[in-house]
Antibody, heavy 120, light 108 residues
Framework: QVELVQSGSEVKKPGASVRVSCMASAYTFANYPITWVRQAPGQGLEWMGWINTKTGDPTYSQDFRGRVVFSVDTSVRTTFLDISSLKTEDTALYYC?????????????WGQGTKVTVSS | SYELTQPRSVSVFTGQTAKITCSGETLSNQYAYWYQQKPGQAPVLVIFKDNARPAGIPERFFGSSSGTTVTLTIAGVQAEDEADYYCQSADNSMTYVMFGGGTRLAVL
């Protein structure tokens, strides 16, 4: 079964950093770019950017450029989201999703989400 | 501009037709995608490239496009369709990707 499995919940203090992982299974990992989407509590979906899983080249949304880094380790079929200098407003669910060409580049395979809580 | 505007909520009775709109300048020359999100779950793609349905999505889900507005239509709404719905679009190189604010569909 094609799926993306994300790492577990995190609780961090303001100013700290966090790493969220997203592991792919049951498909050719490099075929699908991975995008990251944030959802604050009770709010909508917010696009953070995407990473080319073949080349490792990232593209960041203007709103997240500077504090967010995407990376990939093809040997373990895993994409990483690193957020530094965390703020309380970074408290959210973070989703990874695969960009699937056969459905016009839509986000057709989603991870289960990783809850990140930033609190002093 | 790269904003997509959706109504905050839509309410329909079971069996009726629900229409959820999404407006934005970019939609006149870029495809739209629709996602359904139920409480506590990840989003699910229900429409891609304006009006195509992924495998496994019920036939009662339709997408259409006219100018700068796209519409998700759910014919014969069922209780299980109660969810938040998000439209999404992007430029060709995925440098800019945007989601609409989301519409909560209430099934009465």
């Amino acid at each position: 079964q094609v799926e993306l499995v994300q790492s577990g919940s995190e609780v961090k203090k303001p100013g700290a950093s966090v790493r969220v992982s997203c592991m792919a299974s049951a498909y050719t990992f490099a075929n699908y770019p991975i995008t990251w989407v944030r959802q604050a509590p009770g709010q909508g979906l917010e696009w953070m950017g995407w990473i080319n899983t073949k080349t490792g080249d990232p593209t960041y949304s203007q709103d997240f450029r500077g504090r967010v880094v995407f990376s990939v380790d093809t040997s373990v079929r895993t994409t990483f989201l690193d957020i530094s200098s965390l703020k309380t407003e970074d408290t959210a669910l973070y989703y990874c999703a695969a960009v699937v060409p056969s459905v016009g580049g839509a986000f057709d395979i989603w991870g289960q989400g990783t809850k990140v809580t930033v609190s002093s | 501009s790269y904003e997509l505007t959706q109504p905050r909520s839509v309410s329909v009775f079971t069996g009726q037709t629900a229409k959820i709109t999404c407006s934005g300048e970019t939609l006149s020359n870029q495809y739209a995608y629709w996602y359904q999100q139920k409480p506590g779950q990840a989003p699910v793609l229900v429409i891609f490239k304006d009006n195509a349905r992924p495998a496994g999505i019920p036939e009662r889900f339709f997408g259409s496009s006219s100018g700068t507005t796209v519409t998700l239509t759910i014919a014969g709404v069922q209780a299980e369709d109660e969810a938040d719905y998000y439209c999404q679009s992007a430029d060709n190189s995925m440098t800019y990707v945007m989601f609409g604010g989301g519409t909560r569909l209430a099934v009465l």
